[in-house]
């Protein structure tokens, strides 16, 4: 009988573990990463008394501890590395550009809730959290940023809120003592932080469990779905699509997109990032419950429209052309930039189309000419592409 570190981890027996550990929480590992499976998931055969992968597997697949034993091994073999302010080019859009436009009008936020999804031990939850605070929109609001991560050691350790030295490297030192407070044992977050701020475990395959995350502004999920198989990205797309209310805004990661995944969302074109929004499609399912009173009163209030051309409020949304104008990708009236590099997949079979445009006649006759464009474009087209980066 082998000792346990002799134990090894064969080709066939690491398929059939990459498999479960993709059918549960979608993350799909490539033979690569053989090794790094087999060293980090050795210690759990020896407290297990177990004396191969094999007995493992059966032991993931058919024993009744199974499915917890199978949440204690991605906790193992996931990498959770992240920092105060990471990528923050795209909280600088989130603070400057994003937030004004929730808060703005024709349907103000009286209330704001952001999603940090796969947010490892919580640095990017305490980011946004203070990013919301420093831009002054949202002060004696209702403000809550709820981070969920598969990882139940990491949702303890953010709940904890106590941070070494490397959690900074990317913080201004003057943020660091306002939120702060240095103790021996690491820099504790600050009281009014935490107070707005809730943590739980959340497998963003499991759709049921992600209800109690409730409808949400903004989604923040970085650097978590390259990681997936094509499948479950659209599973999980599918599902942000859902929490989010109308208006509501889907940041991806530097190099991730929705290319070849979902064609559902709008693209807004940042200053210095490309992020997705759910289109305004109605004005009286899924908002916020601190707005219903005031949207109440302002339709009581407000004069009666016609039918033909009330317009519903769907934000900086860029006019449809004049019916003798070209459209497309040549357009120079909103061109996208040049592509960046995107998660290696295979092609979608399915390339998106455009939807069928509504007939010229009947559009002119039944509506106004549609007045100019506010805040950042949207971009309807090539979900894929993102702009050059600057310094992050």
Not at 9 to 38: K, S, T, W, Y
Not at 87 to 114: D, F, M, N, T
Not at 120 to 128: N, P
Not at 199 to 226: E, M, W
């Amino acid at each position: 009988m082998p000792r346990f570190d002799e134990i090894r981890l064969d080709q066939a027996e690491f398929r059939l573990l990459r498999e479960l550990i993709n059918e549960h929480c979608g993350i799909l590992f490539g033979m690569e990463a053989r090794p790094v499976i087999e060293r980090r998931l050795r210690d759990r055969l020896a407290a297990l008394g177990l004396h191969s992968f094999g007995e493992y597997y059966q032991l993931l697949r058919f024993d009744e501890r199974g499915r917890a034993e199978l949440d204690e091994a991605v906790d193992l073999v996931t990498i959770n590395e992240t920092y105060f302010f990471r990528e923050a080019y795209q909280l600088r859009a989130y603070k400057e550009e994003i937030l004004p436009v929730l808060r703005g009008a024709p349907a103000p936020r009286e209330r704001l809730s952001v999603w940090s999804a796969g947010c490892s031990t919580g640095e990017e939850v305490y980011s946004i959290a203070i990013a919301t605070r420093e831009s002054g929109l949202f002060q004696g609001k209702t403000v809550r940023v709820f981070g969920s991560d598969i990882s139940r050691r990491c949702v303890a350790a953010a709940r904890r809120g106590v941070y070494g030295h490397s959690a900074f490297r990317a913080m201004p030192t003057e943020m660091r003592r306002r939120y702060f407070s240095e103790k021996p044992d690491g820099a504790h977050i600050a009281d009014e932080l935490r107070a707005v701020c809730q943590f739980g475990h959340v497998n963003l395959l499991d759709v049921p469990r992600s209800s109690v995350v409730g409808r949400v502004d903004v989604i923040f999920c970085r650097n978590v779905l390259i990681y997936f198989d094509d499948v479950s990205r659209r599973r999980v797309i599918d599902m942000f699509y859902d929490r989010l209310l109308p208006g509501g805004y889907l940041l991806l990661g530097h190099s991730e997109s929705l290319l070849n995944i979902s064609t559902a969302f709008e693209l807004v074109h940042l200053r210095e990032d490309l992020v997705y929004r759910k289109p305004v499609t109605s004005i009286s399912r899924f908002w916020s419950t601190g707005d219903i009173p005031r949207r109440e009163a302002s339709r009581s209030a407000a004069p009666s429209e016609p039918a033909s051309t009330s317009r519903p409020p769907t934000g900086p949304l860029i006019p449809p052309p004049a019916p003798s104008s070209p459209v497309g990708p040549s357009s120079s009236s909103s061109p996208l930039p040049p592509a960046a590099a995107h998660h290696a997949s295979p092609a979608s079979p399915h390339p998106a189309s455009p939807h069928p445009a509504s007939s010229a006649s009947s559009a002119s006759s039944a509506s106004p000419a549609p007045s100019p464009p506010v805040g950042p474009p949207v971009l309807p087209f090539d979900p894929g592409s993102r702009p050059p980066r600057g310094t992050r």
